[in-house]
């Protein structure tokens, strides 16, 4: 953990670290940071992830990440071929019997993407299963999804809760944090859950996205949602017109001015 002094132009960074986090017994393969909930959240190839205090660099707690006992039987690995929308598979309540959620039963798998969320959820990828898989911070599994495709790009929305996914399958699919159901109710909905790029306009119409997405990003306030592909393409798409006014509009009531 390194302090960035943005006052110093030629020497930013300092010569020693803040503070240096262990506990891992393999490769550090991705880290998630929150200054408002003050912790490092760190994935390992070890098969768990460790969460540490950002401003003094103490240990929290360790969570073991392993394939649900009623998903372990199922050849994950092998079922991420399909080109359409992955099927949905929830496990929840999985804390009993386990470190994370995961069952006496469970193997430790490799972790690939870690990122804690500010209502303080942890969300794990596991690449080689297609597994994504929603923590609470005292690592409980509350969720996890048999995603069926290789993943290669995540964001949040602003209010971090939905997640935006990306990958092989060359679709961007939005899923509700604390479930990974499709994000397609609540206040989501009339929206779409799954973008393919495909655009019909007057003019004429935008071809679906055809290159597996390897980076996602959202503007601020979620205007423009921008899409990098692995052909090198920079898509950007916009959100519904009349959910922005309307959201504008509750906003505005919430604050006491309509």
Request: aromatic content about 6%.
């Amino acid at each position: 953990v390194w302090d960035v002094n943005h006052r110093d132009s030629e020497h930013p960074i300092g010569n020693a670290p803040l503070h240096i986090l262990y506990g891992h017994d393999d490769a550090v393969t991705s880290v998630s940071v929150s200054a408002d909930l003050d912790v490092v959240v760190s994935g390992s190839d070890d098969g768990t992830v460790i969460v540490h205090g950002l401003r003094d660099g103490s240990y929290i707690r360790s969570i073991l990440v392993g394939v649900p006992a009623t998903l372990s039987g199922r050849s994950l690995a092998g079922s991420g071929s399909g080109s359409g929308p992955p099927d949905d598979v929830d496990e929840r309540g999985g804390g009993v019997g386990g470190v994370g959620g995961a069952t006496p039963s469970s193997e430790r798998r490799r972790i690939n993407w870690v990122c804690i969320t500010p209502e303080s959820y942890v969300l794990v990828y596991l690449v080689d299963e297609h597994l994504l898989c929603t923590y609470t911070m005292n690592g409980r599994m509350v969720a996890a999804k048999d995603i069926r495709e290789r993943l290669y790009a995540f964001a949040l929305s602003e209010d971090g809760q939905v997640i935006l996914t990306g990958g092989e399958n060359c679709l961007v699919v939005f899923r509700w944090v604390h479930t990974l159901e499709l994000a397609n109710d609540g206040p989501r909905k009339g929206l779409e859950a799954v973008l393919d790029g495909m655009v019909e306009e007057t003019e004429g119409s935008q071809q679906p996205i055809s290159s597996p997405i390897r980076s996602l990003f959202l503007s601020k306030q979620e205007r423009h949602l921008i899409v990098g592909t692995d052909r090198g393409d920079i898509r950007v798409f916009a959100q519904d017109s009349d959910y922005l006014r309307q959201r504008l509009q509750r906003k505005l009531e919430e604050i006491g001015i309509l």
